[in-house]
């Protein structure tokens, strides 16, 4: 995957600049244990991105980080398989040192980190201090303790604003120069100008800066990115689905569109990710969506395990959500989220078709496998890549590229680009509200 990516991201994404690495590189071990070395010309499905399938991290400097947010995306959940700190912990070995853990609840920051104190990575967080903000961290950072991370896995509301409280991007960019950030999607929960802004301040300050849309480094996606570019193909069309298991989704929150912004900007933005990643940039003015509202007789679902009546009307989230928008290069994209199925597995799908192609990636989250369909033929390929941990790639490959430099690892997902998806999503909520205000007049 890596060259490969390397490459997609020449052409995808804007560059991320690694100017500034911010602790001695030692290239001969980051080589060794780097899942995405950046020299081979072409896209190798075998190299290892798998958490077991590594080289134990070798002994080294310590590597500080501080994480914000002591919720599921950084520390698991049964929902899915994501845990950053896990990924942190077999990337670093004995060389994590989590120096700060950042939450307004510190019940829940002392629980995450009784558990890990319980385990075997005691050393990597026996040390780490809880603090109710970012600010009372800064107030106490001595700098012998200057992080060589941030990683920030705290509710979107608290992020990509200018506005104190909701602004840890410019804090962290002008109290924490040149400190590389990863960022989890979306970018913010507000305004989508401000969240522009706060792009540009990141590019001014030349900071490294990682987005969470893990699907982009799929050994899968890449492989799509590969047929695209190396046969040089325009995209025709992508038609996209993303059916979401509700029953266990248990955060009122997330049901409650002025707490999360409602399922396309909170969720099926990964979806409306890939679709730009894909199919490059989406003409907003082109933006048409339906909805099914949880109100119309369709639209009452028998198993949600939230008290959904607690949550004002005009705030609860659609069952469906349908849109469709044309491509700058005139291409046509067309996707569907839905609040339907029970169980656990999300069933999703998105097809990109080329002239002669058609490229189905199927069950990214589960069992990603990838159809292709190729010129003058009926039959379909079918791809698969064992032991592929996206969430793995997108930690390590932020790693080597703070201690090697930006062409040890690509990083997929810069935050201007990320913004764009957050506009996509707002434009796809904000075209569905119209239609069904419209439908009710
Ligand atoms: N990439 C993925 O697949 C994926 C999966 C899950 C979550 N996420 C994203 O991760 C982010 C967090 O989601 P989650 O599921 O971990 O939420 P969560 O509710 O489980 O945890 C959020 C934590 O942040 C804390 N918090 C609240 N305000 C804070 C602040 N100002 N500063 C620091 N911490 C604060 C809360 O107390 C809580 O402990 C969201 O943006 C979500 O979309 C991404």
Same mark, same amino acid.
């Given at each position: 995957?890596?060259?490969?990516?390397?490459?997609?991201?020449?052409?995808?994404?804007? @560059?991320?600049?690694?100017?500034?690495?911010?602790?001695?590189?030692?290239?001969?071990?980051?080589?060794? *244990?780097?899942?995405?070395?950046?020299?081979?010309?072409?896209?190798?499905?075998?190299?290892?991105?798998?958490?077991?399938?590594?080289?134990?991290?070798?002994?080294?400097?310590?590597? @500080?980080?501080?994480?914000?947010?002591a919720?599921?995306?950084?520390?698991?959940?049964?929902?899915?398989?994501?845990?950053?700190?896990?990924?942190?912990?077999?990337?670093?070995?004995?060389?994590?040192?989590?120096?700060?853990?950042?939450?307004?609840?510190?019940?829940?920051?002392?629980?995450?980190?009784?558990?890990?104190?319980?385990?075997?990575?005691?050393?990597?967080?026996?040390?780490?201090?809880? *603090?109710?903000?970012?600010?009372?961290?800064?107030?106490?950072?001595?700098?012998?303790?200057?992080?060589?991370?941030?990683?920030?896995?705290?509710?979107?509301?608290y992020?990509?604003?200018?506005?104190?409280?909701?602004?840890?991007?410019?804090?962290?960019?002008? @109290?924490?120069?040149?400190?590389?950030?990863?960022?989890?999607?979306p970018?913010?929960?507000?305004?989508?100008?401000?969240?522009?802004a706060?792009?540009?301040?990141?590019?001014?300050?030349?900071?490294?800066?990682?987005?969470?849309?893990?699907?982009? *480094?799929?050994?899968?996606?890449?492989?799509?990115?590969?047929?695209?570019?190396?046969?040089?193909? /325009?995209?025709?069309?992508?038609?996209?689905? *993303?059916?979401?298991?509700?029953?266990?989704?248990?955060?009122?929150?997330?049901?409650?569109?002025?707490?999360?912004?409602?399922?396309?900007?909170? /969720?099926?933005?990964?979806?409306?990710?890939?679709?730009?990643?894909?199919?490059?940039?989406?003409?907003?003015?082109?933006?048409?969506?339906?909805?099914?509202?949880?109100?119309?007789?369709?639209?009452?679902?028998?198993?949600?395990?939230?008290p959904?009546?607690?949550?004002?009307?005009?705030?609860?989230?659609?069952?469906?959500?349908?849109?469709?928008?044309?491509?700058a290069?005139?291409?046509?994209?067309?996707?569907?989220?839905?609040?339907?199925?029970?169980?656990?597995?999300?069933?999703?799908?998105?097809d990109?078709?080329? +002239?002669?192609? /058609?490229?189905?990636?199927?069950?990214?989250?589960?069992?990603?496998?990838?159809?292709?369909?190729?010129?003058?033929?009926?039959?379909?390929?079918?791809?698969?890549?064992?032991? +592929?941990?996206?969430?793995f790639?997108?930690?390590?490959?932020?790693?080597?590229?703070?201690?090697?430099?930006?062409?040890?690892?690509?990083?997929?997902?810069?935050?201007?680009?990320?913004?764009?998806?957050?506009a996509?999503?707002?434009?796809?909520?904000?075209?569905?509200?119209?239609?069904? @205000?419209?439908?009710?007049?």
């Open positions: 995957m890596h060259t490969f990516a390397a490459r997609a991201l020449r052409l995808a994404v804007p @560059r991320v600049s690694c100017a500034r690495p911010m602790m001695a590189v030692r290239p001969s071990m980051v080589a060794r *244990y780097s899942t995405q070395q950046p020299t081979v010309d072409n896209f190798d499905p075998h190299v290892p991105t798998a958490m077991d399938k590594q080289q134990p991290p070798p002994p080294g400097d310590d590597f @500080r980080v501080v994480i914000v947010g919720g599921n995306i950084n520390f698991g959940s049964i929902e899915g398989p994501w845990n950053h700190t896990f990924r942190l912990e077999h990337k670093l070995g004995p060389r994590l040192k989590v120096t700060a853990l950042i939450d307004p609840s510190h019940e829940r920051a002392a629980k995450v980190l009784k558990t890990k104190c319980d385990s075997f990575v005691l050393s990597a967080y026996k040390d780490t201090v809880i *603090y109710p903000t970012m600010e009372a961290y800064l107030e106490s950072l001595k700098p012998e303790q200057h992080p060589h991370a941030v990683w920030v896995g705290s509710p979107p509301a992020r990509g604003r200018t506005e104190p409280g909701r602004n840890i991007e410019e804090v962290l960019t002008q @109290r924490l120069r040149g400190v590389p950030l990863f960022i989890e999607k970018v913010s929960t507000g305004p989508v100008d401000q969240a522009f706060v792009a540009k301040e990141i590019k001014e300050s030349n900071t490294i800066v990682s987005v969470g849309y893990m699907l982009r *480094y799929l050994k899968v996606v890449q492989k799509m990115k590969q047929i695209l570019e190396e046969n040089k193909l /325009q995209v025709l069309g992508i038609n996209a689905r *993303y059916i979401m298991a509700y029953e266990h989704t248990a955060k009122l929150d997330w049901w409650d569109k002025s707490r999360d912004c409602g399922p396309i900007v909170e /969720q099926a933005t990964h979806f409306c990710d890939l679709m730009r990643y894909f199919g490059g940039e989406v003409d907003l003015d082109t933006v048409l969506a339906h909805s099914l509202e949880y109100d119309e007789p369709a639209g009452k679902l028998s198993r949600i395990p939230v959904e009546d607690q949550i004002k009307p005009e705030d609860r989230i659609p069952r469906v959500t349908s849109a469709t928008w044309k491509f290069n005139g291409a046509v994209g067309s996707l569907t989220h839905a609040v339907a199925l029970q169980g656990y597995q999300y069933s999703t799908e998105m990109v078709y080329a +002239d002669g192609y /058609q490229l189905r990636l199927v069950d990214p989250y589960n069992n990603p496998v990838l159809y292709i369909r190729r010129p003058g033929d009926d039959h379909e390929e079918v791809v698969r890549y064992s032991n +592929d941990d996206p969430f790639s997108e930690v390590a490959n932020m790693i080597d590229c703070i201690e090697k430099g930006a062409n040890a690892a690509p990083i997929l997902s810069s935050y201007e680009d990320a913004v764009r998806t957050y996509l999503t707002w434009k796809i909520r904000w075209a569905s509200e119209e239609t069904a @205000r419209a439908r009710r007049q």
